[in-house]
């Protein structure tokens, strides 16, 4: 499985290659490795939260009474995972720690603090809004998604100087493109027909089921990604085993292609998500989004005019079936895609940590 901020970090890893062949780099998931079994109860608590009581990580999502109340425990949590992180630094020697999920930040910050950690730490920050668990003096530098976060971090005390906007990294192979003609007729679907690509993020979460079938009361054709979520997958197979118009897949390493061939995305608004549309100027029709950190960027891509939202299956195919009756409306989103679009943020945060090794090298040059 590969969540949004494995993503990113995998994504400035292969930027960094093209950059500085010569360098190593090496890709850990500090929170698993740190927490190897309270966190996988978190993750999968987290989840249910997420499934059935949305509302209660509403209240707790970058709440300042919530983040008072639960610092005690998030500095236990940060002392039980000191050994690892120092152990991990220690095997590795790095020239400097790129951070793209809170948690190891946090960490890294706190052993800089403390005087235990000497090298670059840099943020990588995976949504166009930025939350308080992110904010640390000790980060030397920070890569953000939007205009809207810098302006956060700096009325949060930090200096403009350490923070870069180059929007979310992804992967470099989002740059390549396949004709959409050329892209439709891989997954032997008819050219002359509108295509949706349907998303629910690496979980599968959402009503996709029943967004599915109401969009099949138009007619539209149909790429569906389920995620690891293996029973909607199941489900979403057995329902549509004979439809030709339909296209399922689990967890793949083709949405590279299927947001080629599709003309308009309906997805949770997750930050790298949100981003390979955006670089493939693909128009979105944004749904259910989780409560926090989804919820803002649902509000950023509304604002810039890139996305609309619906959130019940019968009003999703309805704006869906609306976009496809006015075109010029559909194109007007994805000429704004052309605006927003960061399709080199892996390249640019990974000069960024160029820059920052060097000088701390003794060496400023790029």
Same mark, same amino acid.
């Given at each position: 499985?590969?969540?949004?901020?494995?993503?990113?970090?995998?994504?400035?890893?292969?930027?960094?290659?093209?950059?500085?062949?010569?360098?190593?780099?090496?890709?850990?998931?500090?929170?698993?490795?740190?927490?190897?079994?309270?966190?996988?109860?978190?993750?999968?608590?987290?989840?249910?939260?997420?499934?059935?009581?949305?509302?209660?990580?509403?209240?707790?999502?970058?709440?300042?009474?919530?983040?008072?109340?639960?610092?005690?425990?998030?500095?236990?949590?940060?002392?039980?995972?000191?050994?690892?992180?120092?152990?991990?630094?220690?095997?590795?020697?790095?020239?400097?720690?790129?951070?793209?999920?809170?948690?190891?930040?946090?960490?890294?910050?706190?052993?800089?603090?403390?005087?235990?950690?000497?090298?670059?730490?840099?943020?990588?920050?995976?949504?166009?809004?930025?939350?308080?668990?992110?904010?640390?003096?000790?980060?030397?530098?920070?890569?953000?998604?939007?205009?809207?976060?810098?302006?956060?971090?700096?009325?949060?005390?930090?200096?403009?100087?350490?923070?870069?906007?180059?929007?979310?990294?992804?992967?470099?192979? =989002?740059?390549?493109?396949?004709?959409?003609?050329?892209?439709?007729?891989?997954? +032997? $679907?008819?050219?002359? !027909? @509108?295509?949706? /690509?349907?998303?629910?993020?690496?979980?599968?979460?959402?009503?996709?089921?029943?967004?599915?079938?109401?969009?099949?009361?138009?007619?539209?054709?149909?790429?569906?990604?389920?995620?690891?979520?293996?029973?909607?997958?199941?489900?979403?197979?057995?329902?549509?085993?004979?439809?030709?118009?339909?296209?399922? =897949?689990?967890?793949?390493?083709?949405?590279?292609?299927?947001?080629?061939?599709? +003309? $308009?995305?309906?997805? !949770? @608004?997750?930050? /790298?998500?949100?981003?390979?549309?955006?670089?493939?100027?693909?128009?979105?029709?944004?749904?259910?989004?989780?409560?926090?950190?989804?919820?803002?960027?649902?509000?950023?891509?509304?604002?810039?005019?890139?996305?609309?939202?619906?959130?019940?299956?019968?009003?999703?195919?309805?704006?869906?079936?609306?976009? =496809?009756?006015?075109?010029?409306?559909?194109?007007?989103?994805?000429?704004?895609?052309?605006?927003?679009?960061?399709?080199?943020?892996?390249?640019?945060?990974?000069?960024?940590?160029?820059?920052?090794?060097?000088?701390?090298?003794?060496?400023?040059?790029?």
């Amino acid at each position: 499985m590969s969540s949004g901020h494995q993503r990113a970090a995998n994504a400035v890893e292969e930027a960094l290659s093209l950059l500085a062949p010569t360098w190593e780099t090496s890709g850990v998931d500090a929170f698993s490795f740190a927490y190897p079994t309270i966190g996988k109860l978190i993750a999968r608590t987290y989840l249910e939260i997420l499934r059935h009581t949305p509302v209660l990580w509403d209240f707790v999502y970058d709440n300042p009474d919530v983040a008072t109340a639960t610092r005690e425990i998030r500095e236990l949590l940060n002392l039980i995972s000191r050994p690892k992180m120092r152990a991990l630094v220690k095997a590795h020697n790095p020239a400097a720690l790129v951070c793209t999920q809170a948690v190891p930040c946090s960490v890294f910050a706190a052993e800089k603090r403390n005087g235990k950690l000497h090298i670059p730490l840099i943020a990588v920050i995976t949504d166009f809004a930025i939350h308080s668990y992110w904010v640390h003096p000790e980060v030397d530098f920070y890569c953000v998604a939007s205009e809207e976060a810098k302006r956060y971090l700096i009325h949060q005390g930090l200096s403009a100087s350490k923070i870069a906007v180059t929007g979310i990294p992804i992967s470099p192979s =989002f740059l390549q493109r396949v004709p959409r003609e050329q892209a439709i007729k891989e997954f +032997d $679907l008819d050219p002359g !027909k @509108p295509t949706v /690509l349907v998303m629910g993020g690496s979980q599968g979460l959402g009503p996709l089921q029943e967004t599915v079938d109401h969009l099949q009361s138009y007619s539209f054709q149909c790429l569906i990604t389920a995620g690891v979520n293996r029973d909607l997958f199941r489900t979403l197979q057995k329902r549509y085993a004979k439809d030709r118009k339909i296209r399922i =897949f689990g967890y793949t390493k083709i949405v590279n292609t299927l947001m080629d061939a599709a +003309d $308009l995305l309906i997805t !949770k @608004p997750g930050g /790298l998500t949100s981003s390979e549309a955006l670089a493939k100027n693909l128009p979105m029709i944004i749904c259910n989004p989780i409560p926090g950190q989804e919820e803002r960027n649902a509000r950023y891509l509304l604002k810039q005019g890139v996305a609309e939202e619906a959130n019940e299956p019968e009003d999703i195919a309805r704006l869906a079936q609306t976009l =496809f009756h006015h075109p010029a409306r559909l194109k007007r989103m994805a000429e704004k895609t052309k605006d927003v679009a960061t399709p080199y943020a892996a390249m640019e945060v990974a000069r960024h940590v160029f820059r920052l090794i060097r000088a701390a090298n003794g060496d400023g040059r790029i």
